[in-house]
């Protein structure tokens, strides 16, 4: 008898019975996690091709457009020469939450991965089927998105992809496309608003007039995106606003197993860790690079010169009496970035620090805006629910429901680098030795060479914020682990604290191989209220001594005490080197952090933007500073 059972391929080389059956999550006989690799198939060809068909006996047809992969292990077919028709999929590598990619061809047709499909290879909704169904601040959130992807988009000339409702997927919160469709002729703003118009005359009570007026502006024929962008940001916020947000944030980083020094440094690093005015709204992971004489120092100074420069900058934005553009935020925090950039970086060229001995390291934070702003039905809130997330280098940020679990960042490595430049498609450049090597981090190069990917969300559902250093997201254990340890704190049954202890410990059994940081906050938008379970930490084998701060080793310690600023350093005949290392490296480091404190609350007037939200807080700088400020608007 023929055997008709579906069968998929271990992607473990060295497994010895790779052959499972199809929906199975492991190995039965090495244990490996199974990948069920779906694809979104597009050509001529693809639909002559009937169902339950095995493609070069490798692709088994699910639909016409949805093939499984089922020996995913093995490298797809790729042309050595790129055609013309994916450069846009590569060029926007970095928007991947939202857009497919390029996973290889099978003759003429294209094979794309990272589609808007769940884990049994079925379609995530289209906006039209979700959209009854969505609460005000999603249908608004969802148009936003659309709105932020049209600039890219058009510049690729795929805009088209934008106006097909079937091609518009919805995750939850999140637009991801199925494909991008190239634009034959110009595309407007007009023909947008008319794609919108059948959501729009069903939105819900709250938001319809709003988005009404914004459409017809838009089929008008003579609205300007600027304009456009910024109605419907004030009527996003003013719906989000309405919502109640509780944050809730907890951390801990660990030196693992097989390493001897711990480079990671984590914000905030235990529930002892309350600087005013931060938590619960700021979180960060920092790892370090330059080995043991450097990376745990670029780290350290990372996170501790930013808590000072995003406490003025969220002060302010908390101050401020009109709506601060996102433009406007994500400047300043590129800006600060580059403040601490260029410390790290000098202290490497006192050091005359070169190629690969230049210590650095690399940046995942995440900060939640309190803007204030009046609500849809009209009363002040305090919090507009915004969060942006900042990272350079490959520690990661996910957000996690109890229903998925979504990576929100993109890794400044090689294997991306090649498909951002066109030169290769992301599995070919994942072969190359180097593929996971950095190709930037805080501190390496001058700050002007930075490229940081800031991005902003709108927190409307309740979730996990996971921020975390390569050590747990390696070989995909967070993407294979997160409803063991995720889950139980979104239902109750599992401390936050717990949860972060946990994850660290799934970490040291998985990977071992470094050091692991992880920082999570729970976000709650709905009224509901989950009675406080108290952590219970010895259940995990990690110590507690981890969460403090380690005194440094003598050659990392060196790098604090360079003189690379005016600040004032203590006398050296007045401290002992090996009772006070630690207590003299905060003073040291404190003198200088206090500099770059003051250089944060300059941030705002080192921009020349002649904004009213921009001269309000120019006017609550001290005496002093506000003649950096352009001259106010009278």
């Excluded at 919090?383 to 960042?409: K, Q």
């Excluded at 507690?544 to 360079?562: G, K, N, T, Y």
């Amino acid at each position: 008898m023929i055997s008709t059972q579906r069968i998929i391929y271990c992607t473990n080389p060295g497994c010895t019975n790779p052959i499972n059956p199809v929906g199975e999550s492991l190995c039965a006989s090495c244990q490996t996690p199974l990948v069920h690799q779906y694809l979104w198939v597009t050509g001529e060809r693809q639909g002559n091709i009937r169902l339950g068909k095995k493609v070069a006996d490798r692709y088994e047809v699910i639909t016409p457009q949805i093939w499984l992969d089922t020996q995913p292990g093995l490298l797809p077919h790729i042309p050595e020469e790129l055609p013309k028709e994916i450069i846009p999929y590569l060029q926007l590598y970095q928007q991947r939450l939202h857009l497919p990619q390029v996973y290889g061809f099978e003759g003429d047709i294209l094979l794309l991965e990272n589609i808007p499909i769940d884990e049994t290879g079925n379609l995530y909704p289209t906006i039209t089927d979700a959209w009854d169904q969505a609460t005000a601040v999603r249908q608004v959130y969802w148009l936003w998105q659309i709105l932020q992807l049209w600039i890219p988009l058009a510049e690729l000339g795929v805009a088209d992809s934008l106006l097909f409702p079937d091609n518009l997927r919805v995750q939850g919160w999140c637009v991801r496309l199925l494909e991008l469709v190239e634009t034959l002729y110009a595309t407007s703003l007009q023909q947008l608003g008319e794609c919108w118009q059948p959501w729009v005359a069903t939105a819900k009570t709250p938001v319809a007039h709003g988005l009404q007026e914004i459409v017809q502006q838009m089929c008008g024929g003579k609205a300007q995106l600027e304009a456009i962008a910024t109605q419907l940001n004030e009527l996003l916020l003013s719906a989000a606003a309405e919502l109640p947000l509780t944050l809730k944030v907890a951390g801990a980083t660990d030196t693992g197993p097989a390493a001897m020094q711990n480079e990671d440094t984590c914000y905030p690093m235990d529930s002892e860790d309350e600087d005013l005015g931060l938590l619960p709204q700021v979180s960060m992971v920092c790892d370090g690079i330059g080995g043991h004489e450097g990376g745990e120092v670029a780290s350290l100074l990372a996170v501790q010169s930013l808590k000072l420069q995003i406490r003025a900058l969220v002060t302010e934005v908390a101050l401020a009496t009109e709506l601060v553009p996102p433009e406007l935020l994500q400047q300043q925090l590129e800006a600060s970035l580059r403040v601490v950039n260029n410390v790290i970086c000098n202290c490497n060229n006192e050091q005359k620090r070169e190629g690969t001995q230049r210590m650095g390291t690399t940046l995942v934070m995440a900060v939640q805006m309190p803007q204030r702003i009046h609500t849809i039905s009209g009363w002040h809130s305090e919090n507009a629910h915004e969060l942006y997330l900042v990272n350079i280098g490959d520690s990661r940020a996910y957000w996690i429901t109890r229903n998925y679990c979504m990576l929100l960042t993109v890794d400044d490595d090689v294997a991306a680098r090649e498909v951002r430049f066109v030169r290769s498609l992301y599995r070919k450049a994942l072969q190359r030795p180097d593929a996971t090597a950095l190709t930037q981090a805080l501190g390496t190069k001058e700050g002007e060479l930075l490229r940081p990917l800031i991005q902003r969300f709108i927190l409307e559902e309740d979730g996990i914020l996971l921020l975390c250093s390569d050590g747990l997201s390696d070989n995909n254990l967070v993407e294979q682990s997160w409803q063991d340890y995720a889950t139980p704190v979104l239902t109750g049954e599992l401390s936050l604290e717990d949860a972060v202890y946990q994850w660290i410990n799934q970490a040291n059994q998985k990977n071992g191989h470094d050091n692991t940081s992880v920082v999570l906050t729970h976000c709650r938008v709905s009224p509901g209220y989950l009675v406080p379970i108290t952590p219970t930490f010895p259940l995990v084998e990690i110590q507690l001594a981890e969460l403090e701060e380690p005194d440094l080793v003598e050659s990392s310690q060196v790098l604090l005490d360079l003189d690379i600023t005016a600040v004032a350093t203590l006398d050296d005949t007045q401290t002992s080197v090996k009772s006070q290392l630690k207590s003299k490296r905060w003073v040291r480091l404190g003198g200088l952090l206090a500099l770059l404190g003051g250089l944060s609350l300059g941030l705002f007037v080192r921009w020349q933007l002649d904004s009213p939200a921009f001269q309000q807080i120019c006017r609550r700088l001290p005496q002093q500073m506000q003649q950096l400020c352009p001259p106010l608007r009278r």
